[in-house]
């Protein structure tokens, strides 16, 4: 079992900078591939990023490439997703997810699942 919970959201200016945290819970967090998704209003959970338990890969959504960038600690049992140049579009719900997972863009792969950190941009 692995618990899941984020931090680190809030309201920014568009162009500016926030850096999101997830903690683990469970001593089987660094056999996981964690991923980042978002939801916003009216729309579907989307990709946004994801690693794999020995942080040597990353895949990221085209929307988000060369802005965002995943990382974790498996030490501190804690993944990252520091987000710079922030937009409006990337208003969101942003969760944090955990699994063993081929596909890391397919969300029913990931078995936990955080409550989620409000993200808003502002124009």
């Known amino acids: 079992q692995v618990q899941l919970v984020e931090s680190g959201g809030g309201l920014v200016q568009a162009g500016g900078s926030l850096r999101l945290s997830c903690a683990a819970s469970?001593?089987?967090?660094?056999?996981?591939?964690m991923g980042w998704f978002r939801q916003a209003p009216g729309k579907d959970r989307e990709f946004v990023a994801a690693i794999r338990w020995s942080g040597g890969r990353t895949d990221y959504a085209d929307s988000v490439k060369g802005r965002f960038t995943i990382s974790r600690d498996n030490a501190k049992n804690t993944v990252y997703l520091q987000m710079n140049s922030l937009k409006p579009e990337d208003t969101a719900v942003y969760y944090c997810a955990a699994g063993m997972v081929v596909i890391p863009i397919d969300r029913i792969q990931y078995r936990y699942w955080g409550q989620g950190t409000q993200v808003t941009v502002s124009s």
């Open positions: 469970g001593r089987t967090f660094s056999s996981y591939a």
